[in-house]
């Protein structure tokens, strides 16, 4: 049942904190066969909410446990319970073994926090969960990250309490001013509110979310906070905490408003393909390959924020696709830049060279960087392709200019992809300082693991569309009604 | 003899009162200014319970609460100014500076 | 007629608590004097044992049917039970942080007790007083108390200072309510129990209610210095450094708390009549709180000044609540008022057990705590993220709940200002945090690198324990287990007589 989901990470926290490693890795591949339990349990064709549970909690306060999980959350739980297990087995790589039960700890704490937010069905335990995620990553971040990590962490504590504060305030409006008992989602019934409160309404919570994905102009907290955080927290941040957000953007912005959803959507059409270009600019211009992940994340979300605007059936299959891919391929990337880093010990593109080179290079690992760059770019037969087509075609028919620019985008993906790659792996070692210590099988897997996902969804989509198709098309045509 | 005559004679004394509290340099004339304002008050409620309510005189019991409060008030008040000027050999107000902004 | 009718009539058993307070102070005081000093290793206990058995009267007097006492004098209603109930938990963490501190400063603990208890019985009865008499006695006892107690180092000059200063200013106010109390007693002509002062004044024509805002304007800036709202809460800053570190504790939480169970009698009972006044008049106070206390306490360096502006900001939100004036707001404001005692007394608890252990107070000197005193860090930092308002602890139900209450009553405004302030006070507790848990061993600072070794057992250090580990857990459950305290503070209102007339909220029916 969906409380496990919660429960298991949680215990995990506090297990770990005292124990050694093995028992933090336990924990998270429990929670990865608890969601492959859930997935199991779901039914495909059913559109609503499933494995229900309900428990008032605070009546006064409206706040209640409310659980569900539907087609739009199902994807974001798997994705979140394998990128867990994957960063906590992968994590000795960057983290050194001082504090590294903490590090365990506060990622499982993470994880507990946003699988509650995916399966909750109340507004206020969605927000609850939201901003217990503050300070654990806060810490993650300042206390394993680079040079400016305090600043970095700062900024975006700062950011995303923000953001919590807007979404808050979206939140006691909804819940003041359209009349409901409490806070449980299908309690909320925003429609019969003049146009103008619910434009008011979805604004801040756009804006709430915005900022958290985040999509430009609000991005600005990104860049310092996933190139200090190490590999395993930027890979938490930019695969599992950003798909809060766009979750969000879903199910509160599409799902709870589809009256006034036409009236922002070209609007938000015109700030993804901004994000689109502008990430894919930034990142064309970056001399440190971690930065240059770092933006190619800004820009992949706005990917998902076209097909969430386009709101066809099609376009929003294709933006929870988007979610999980760009979840698999960012961990993919940061993963194989935090080897890179660790092992050469440095990210930046005018030193780096020749890496492909068998003998005194990494091979392996650039070469998955090459399958890394070319998902990302959406190279047909990898992870990266599906989504992205579904999402140019669904948003076509409604926003073609946008989805012109977006397309360029992808271009423009494959520009820095090849510069990066083109500096990075193929050139000449330089014999002088080219004694890099060798990277084990143990801290190969993860990263083969990833590889294994990326072909496998690549080459057979229709496992990562199937699970959403029926609860987007019920969405979609809520909106149309 | 109005009440109203009352009234103004306490509310100039408190003012009097309030003046010498902002502007004394010395601890023991702040404290002096604090019982002038006590004292106004202690002459509203005799004014009061005199024309308004001669039956129960409520205002005049009140009035006995308040000296004795006061008389409380400044002997504590004097004790800390004996406990300071044992430390710091001064009472002047401007002196006292060491808890800052 | 005889004691015990005399007693019945008089419904003495309505300060029961009180009384076995005021029995504790006695007791306490008269053993010190005829044992010595060798009895300050246990009568600390004794008053603990005293105060919680008050605690317990209290808790059986709940639901009373006739809570009027003294013909009209006290009143012990539910909601002066709560706020007496505070009072007297914040004096018994205070003695158990004063055991090992009074100790370690030399001064004498047998005296430092009875007056603390007399400021606990001043804070009682100001609680449930509802006549102009009553209140201003009570008022008097708590605030002289307190000011012995802030000087109560007489070596330390900066405790002298802070003495000097609180008393002056805190004499001036308290002269400037009785003020404003004396024209309440003229206005409603000759009453001075509050219900009949409030019907008084309500039957004043326009000419005369200009009056009742003067009367308004005097006995609001009394209030406001009690709950060190700004501009009157000049004195805090200064007081909070200067006093030791346990009065400080007590002043924050005990002193505040009867601050605003005066503020809630005074202005609902006697100024229905001026309400739109004093709702703005309040709700002045609480936006200027709210802004200056949270970004003042940006700039500070040293903990006690930087929790003393976390207290005005923190007052702000509660005024909030206040100025709702549905059952829900007030309900909101004292949930508030019982969650903010745990983590408030929690975080000095950890401050005082710094304090003994290091001799210092500033924040640059917590860098690297996590080394040396994991306990230690590990409540400090969820009381301050308590206090900040991050979940899953109590501050952040609390705080969702007065935003909640606010919102439904239409402070939309209000509202939003509390919701900016509170992340600009995340950044200023994170701070404090970020000294401890992620500042690196070769950061330490020198306070941290001669941290004395770990130990419990000289005598006070025990009761310290105790008292920072339970207001921990109190602040890191309470809040997801809040649904007994949401009913206690929602039935406080509900079941006190004076809120009947208050809306319960203005959006529909709840539960």
Redesign the interface.
């Known amino acids: 049942m969906l409380t496990l989901l919660i429960l298991i990470p949680l215990a995990g926290s506090l297990v770990a904190a005292w124990l050694p490693r093995a028992w933090a890795v336990g924990f998270a591949l429990a929670t990865w066969f608890e969601s492959l339990w859930v997935l199991q349990q779901f039914d495909l064709h059913t559109p609503g909410l499933q494995l229900l549970e309900y428990q008032p909690?605070?009546?006064?306060?409206?706040?209640n446990y409310s659980l569900g999980v539907d087609g739009l959350s199902l994807p974001l739980v798997l994705l979140t319970s394998t990128i867990t297990l994957l960063v906590l087995w992968g994590a000795p790589l960057s983290i050194p073994p001082e504090r590294r039960q903490l590090f365990n700890s506060l990622v499982l704490l993470a994880t507990s926090g946003v699988m509650a937010s995916l399966v909750a069905q109340n507004l206020?335990m969605f927000l609850?969960?939201y901003?217990?995620e503050?300070?654990p990553f806060?810490?993650l971040i300042?206390?394993w990250g680079g040079q400016r990590r305090?600043y970095a962490?700062?900024k975006f504590?700062?950011y995303t309490?923000?953001s919590g504060?807007l979404i808050?305030?979206g939140f006691?409006?909804l819940?003041?001013l359209s009349?409901s008992?409490n806070f449980d989602y299908a309690q909320i019934h925003p429609e019969h509110l003049s146009q103008r409160t619910q434009l008011l309404i979805l604004t801040l919570l756009l804006v709430g979310f915005a900022i958290k994905i985040p999509l430009v102009p609000f991005h600005t907290w990104l860049p310092d906070a996933y190139v200090e955080a190490p590999a395993p927290v930027a890979i938490l941040l930019g695969g599992v905490l950003a798909k809060l957000g766009t979750y969000g953007l879903v199910r509160f912005g599409l799902g709870l408003f589809p009256d006034t959803w036409h009236l922002i959507s070209p609007g938000l059409a015109a700030v993804a393909s901004l994000t689109i270009i502008f990430g894919a600019l930034a990142a064309i211009a970056q001399k440190d390959i971690k930065r240059m992940v770092a933006y190619s994340s800004v820009g992949h979300m706005g990917y998902v924020l076209l097909g969430v605007a386009a709101s066809t059936p099609l376009a929003l299959v294709g933006a929870v696709a988007q979610m999980v891919s760009h979840g698999l391929v960012l961990a993919f990337l940061f993963y194989l830049v935090g080897v890179i880093e660790v092992k050469v010990g440095t990210r930046e593109l005018d030193v780096l060279n020749g890496l492909l080179n068998p003998l005194r290079g990494l091979p392996l690992t650039s070469a998955m960087l090459i399958a890394g760059g070319m998902a990302s770019a959406g190279i047909p037969g990898l992870v990266g392709f599906i989504p992205e087509f579904l999402i140019f075609q669904g948003s076509f028919s409604a926003f073609p200019i946008p989805t012109l620019l977006a397309v360029l985008g992808t271009g423009l993906t494959a520009v820095y992809f090849v510069i990066l790659l083109n500096r990075t792996c193929f050139g000449k070692l330089d014999n002088h300082t080219s004694y890099y210590p060798a990277v084990t099988w143990q801290e190969h897997a993860p990263a083969l693991v990833l590889t294994g996902l990326i072909l496998w969804f690549g080459i057979q989509p229709s496992w990562l569309v199937s699970w959403s198709e029926s609860t987007t098309a019920a969405l979609i045509a809520a909106i149309n009604l | 003899m109005h009440l109203q005559f009352f009234?103004l004679l306490a509310a100039a004394l408190?003012c009097i009162?309030?003046y010498g509290?902002i502007n004394s340099r010395s601890?023991v004339r702040?404290?002096m200014c604090?019982e002038l304002?006590?004292n106004?008050?202690n002459l509203?409620?005799m004014?009061?319970?005199n024309f308004?309510?001669p039956q129960?005189i409520?205002?005049q019991?009140?009035t006995v609460?308040?000296i004795t409060?006061a008389a409380?008030?400044a002997a504590?008040?004097l004790a800390?100014?004996l406990?300071?000027y044992?430390?710091?050999d001064t009472v002047d107000m401007e002196r006292?500076n060491?808890?800052k902004w | 007629m005889d004691f015990a009718s005399l007693a019945a009539q008089l419904n003495a058993g309505a300060i029961l608590p009180e009384v076995l307070v005021t029995v504790t102070l006695l007791g306490v005081l008269t053993i010190d004097l005829v044992g010595g000093r060798s009895t300050s290793r246990w009568t600390p206990y004794l008053g603990i044992a005293g105060l919680l058995g008050a605690l317990g009267a209290l808790y059986y007097q709940w639901g009373q049917a006739n809570p009027t006492a003294f013909l009209g004098e006290f009143n012990a209603d539910p909601l002066s039970i709560v706020f007496r109930g505070l009072v007297v938990i914040a004096a018994a963490v205070t003695i158990a942080m004063s055991i090992r501190y009074v100790e370690q400063t030399g001064t004498s603990l047998g005296e430092f007790i009875p007056i603390l208890l007399t400021a606990t019985l001043g804070g009682m009865f100001l609680s449930g007083a509802d006549e102009?008499?009553s209140l201003?006695?009570a008022l008097?006892t708590l605030s002289?108390a307190s000011?012995?107690l802030t000087?109560y180092m007489?070596?330390d000059?900066?405790s002298?200072?802070?003495?000097?200063?609180y008393?002056?200013i805190g004499?001036?106010s308290s002269?400037?309510f009785?003020?404003g109390?004396?024209?309440l007693?003229?206005l409603s002509?000759?009453?001075?129990r509050l219900a009949a002062i409030g019907a008084a004044l309500s039957t004043l024509t326009p000419q005369t209610a200009s009056g009742a805002v003067i009367a308004l304007v005097f006995v609001a800036a009394g209030i406001a210095f009690k709950i060190s709202a700004v501009p009157f809460h000049q004195w805090t800053?200064?007081v909070y450094?200067?006093s030791p570190t346990p009065i400080t504790a007590f002043l924050s939480v005990g002193s505040k708390a009867a601050g605003f169970a005066l503020a809630t009698r005074v202005l609902v009972v006697v100024f229905p009549s001026v309400l739109e006044q004093w709702h703005f008049l309040f709700a002045a106070l609480a936006v200027l709180s709210m802004v200056l206390g949270n970004v003042v306490a940006l700039t500070q360096t040293s903990m006690k000044r930087l929790l003393a502006y976390s207290s005005i900001g923190q007052a702000g939100f509660v005024i909030l609540g206040l100025v709702a004036g549905t059952a829900e707001g007030y309900?909101s404001m004292v949930f508030y008022l019982i969650v903010y005692l745990f983590m408030n007394l929690g975080a000095f608890t950890a401050v005082v057990l710094f304090s003994l252990r290091t001799g210092t107070d500033q924040i640059s000197e917590y860098a690297g705590l996590y080394q040396k005193d994991p306990l230690l860090t590990l409540g400090l930092s969820l009381c301050l993220?308590s206090l900040g308002g991050?979940?899953?602890m109590a501050g952040?139900?609390g705080k969702?709940?007065l935003?909640?209450a606010g919102?439904?009553a239409g402070l939309y405004g209000l509202?939003?200002l509390g919701?900016?302030t509170?992340?600009v006070s995340?950044?200023y507790y994170?701070r404090v945090?970020?000294m401890m848990?992620?500042k690196e061993p070769q950061e330490m600072s020198e306070a941290v690198k001669n941290y004395p070794p770990v130990t419990w057992s000289l005598p006070g250090l025990r009761a310290l324990q105790v008292g920072l580990v339970v207001m921990v857990l109190v602040t890191s459950l309470g809040g997801i287990l809040?649904?007994p305290l949401?009913?206690l503070a929602?039935s406080s209102i509900t079941q006190t007589p004076l809120f009947q007339a208050v809306p319960p909220s203005i959006?529909?029916s709840?539960?």
């Open positions: 909690w605070l009546p006064q306060l409206g706040l206020l609850l969960f901003e217990l503050l300070i806060y810490l300042a206390v305090e962490a700062m504590l700062i309490a923000v504060i808050l305030g006691l409006a819940g003041g009349g008992l | 009234l408190f009162g309030v509290l601890a702040v404290l604090i304002m006590l106004a008050v509203n409620l004014a009061f319970s308004l309510d129960e409520r205002g019991v009140f609460f308040v409060i409380a008030e504590v008040g800390i100014v406990s300071i044992r430390n710091r006292f060491l808890l | 102009l008499v201003y006695v008097e002289i000011y012995l000087g007489k070596g000059p900066r002298n200072e802070a003495a000097l200063k008393l002056l004499a001036a002269a400037v009785l003020y109390a004396s024209l007693y003229g002509g000759g009453e001075t800053p200064d450094e200067g309900a993220l991050i979940p899953p952040f139900f969702l709940y935003f909640w919102w439904q509202v939003l919701l900016v509170s992340v995340i950044y994170v945090v970020k848990v992620v809040s649904n949401f009913r929602n959006a529909n709840r539960l």
